[in-house]
């Protein structure tokens, strides 16, 4: 009856106690493996008396208490959550602030409670890469992008970890991954670096038409994105596409008047279609 699911209820409501002094003690988790069992320790013993001394017996023998467990299952809940994302977001300040390594500390202590806590486990990645660890910050965006296969910046930013390491075939194999995982409007601009990221990769492995057809589909979904407009024309030229070129260098211009990289281009590219006066 009622008291059996009392009790089970009340020895699950144990657990998540545990479960929560475990996420306190562990706070600044900094003492490595030694701290990590005394951490443990001193949840099981808080867990333990929290179990055999209730505050209040009438929450197991009473069907019309059972309110009180029901309350300090949602408030553990909450505390554990909270606790979470809090860790999440000191680590993202600490980012900002450029202070790599206690950004990391912050978020190992919620990773050994949560291991496949996806946007910790991306973040790590990312405080890695500003790091230039780029072999740990690929572990990291892969095993991210492991647990969330259609998370296209986890792709994107596997790929940039593989370019920095020379590993260029593999980076396209991420780029294109991340470029086919959604057509959503709404991830368009994700989208959109991909495939810009994907077009830059195959220009350098000299596959500079396929490079083209992935920088049109990344400046047609971001049509005024200053990047992808100098990269495009810089593969139109070498393409001998001269005009197109010419057009995407008068675009780059016309949105960045003070790019005088983008005014030479512009002007070499009219020249070589034909256009001397223009130029």
Known sequence: GYHLTSV?????NAALFFYAALLLFRRGGLGGAKRTRESCADAAIAGLLFAV????VESVAWATERRDSDALWGHAISIALRHRKAHLLLAIGR???GRLDEAAAALRPILEVYPDFEEAIFLMGAIA???DKQEEALGYFRRAATLQPKWIMAHVHAGECLQAMGRWEEAVQEFQIASGVSQDAYFAPHTAQAR???GIALAHLG???E???ELGAALELRPDHPPTLFALGVVLMELGRFQEAARCFGSLVRIVPQDFNARIRLGESLLKAG???DA
């Open 95 to 97: 980012r900002t602030d």
């Open 207 to 209: 596959r500079r038409k």
């Open 196 to 198: 810009h990221r994907l």
């Open 211 to 213: 490079a083209a057809e």
């Open 275 to 277: 256009y001397p006066k």
């Open 53 to 56: 001394h209730p505050l209040r």
């Open 8 to 12: 089970l209820f009340y020895a699950a």
């Open 129 to 131: 890469k500003d790091g």
